[in-house]
């Protein structure tokens, strides 16, 4: 049993499917063992963790030489819906104050995948920051993408355009890195977040790649999460480009970027409007006299159906989880009563 002397903490800067590099100060970090429990399964093993129970990028932990003990609380954790058709949720970043949304001001720019990213975000107790880059490319119109996000952001949440090339641009977001500050940057692939994680650091750590001239779609060129020391005092963690956002389950709509939509709908004539052909609802009103864009709607109602059936696919894990302790804690009251266990 290892004592509080052996004992240090250190946070995760790195997570691989072979492990875990952490870092305990300023220098460079380093490779530890960790619990079995975490070690990414590569088929089924009983006792395995959830992923969302093992350490991520910007979680503390604590060491008793090379080796993980223990995962410290989290004050906060960024996390989507894993792939597949079981339900798993994935922890993105871990320990944020902010997270910078980066959306290129291109074929990438795309107000519907914003609010998605808002719901998550603010799902997680974070406050986010709309970044967009390429201000520099021919043909980006900073105003109307402005204009396009307006009703999007229904809360007071910045929106920044700069050239992520451009130190002295990229220097906007410094007040969101100041020492003892953590930030992610989440957004496709090629958006911009490791030219500006480098313009940020002063020199080029990050590897960066073109877009596909066709369709502005960038090539995967971060492979792992990341969290990086800056001079400037603060964290950043650059993350790999996500084409898919699902949620969990345990998102709020109201408090996701959509609060203005649901009270419009307590001003409904009836209690349960659906919206559609009712009279007096306030919702199609908004719609019809311009207060309300139809497609920011229809994105609403996609996102309030995913969140439910994320949260049914939730409660019927939880519920299995409970059934499953409760037959645990049967099955050894009966080896004890059979075999005199104590």
Request: some cysteine; aromatic content about 4%; proline content about 5%.
């Amino acid at each position: 049993m290892a004592t509080h002397a052996t004992l240090r903490p250190a946070r995760v800067v790195e997570q691989h499917r072979s492990g875990y590099i952490v870092a305990d100060g300023l220098e460079e970090g380093f490779s530890v063992e960790s619990l079995p429990e975490w070690q990414r399964p590569t088929s089924y093993r009983k006792g395995a963790a959830s992923p969302e129970q093992r350490p991520a990028v910007g979680d503390w932990v604590l060491l008793d030489g090379l080796k993980i003990i223990a995962l410290l609380p989290r004050y906060s954790s960024i996390k989507r819906g894993a792939a597949g058709e079981h339900y798993k949720q994935q922890i993105i970043a871990a320990n944020v104050d902010t997270v910078f949304v980066v959306c290129g001001l291109d074929g990438d720019f795309n107000p519907r995948r914003i609010e998605r990213y808002l719901l998550l975000v603010l799902g997680g107790g974070v406050s986010p920051v709309i970044v967009l880059t390429k201000v520099d490319k021919d043909g980006s119109d900073v105003e109307t993408a402005r204009e396009e996000l307006a009703g999007v952001l229904g809360q007071e949440v910045p929106v920044l355009a700069l050239n992520a090339r451009d130190p002295a641009s990229a220097a906007a977001l410094m007040p969101w890195l100041q020492p003892g500050m953590t930030a992610v940057l989440v957004g496709s692939s090629g958006a911009g977040k490791s030219t500006l994680t480098n313009s940020l650091l002063g020199s080029d750590r990050m590897k960066t790649n073109t877009v596909r001239e066709n369709d502005a779609r960038g090539r995967h060129t971060t492979t792992h999460r990341a969290l990086i020391p800056l001079p400037s005092g603060g964290c950043l963690i650059d993350t790999p480009g996500m084409r898919e956002l699902k949620p969990t389950g345990e998102e709020d709509l109201s408090e996701g970027g959509f609060g203005d939509i649901e009270l419009l709908a307590t001003q409904c004539r009836f209690r349960d409007c659906k919206h559609e052909r009712e009279p007096g609802c306030a919702v199609r009103a908004a719609i019809a006299s311009n207060d309300l864009d139809a497609e920011r709607y229809a994105n609403y109602l996609k996102l309030r159906d995913e969140v439910a059936g994320a949260a049914d696919k939730l409660a019927t894990r939880l519920a299995q989880k409970s059934d499953a302790k409760v037959q645990g804690k049967a099955l050894n009251k009966r080896l004890d009563d059979k075999y005199g266990r104590h």
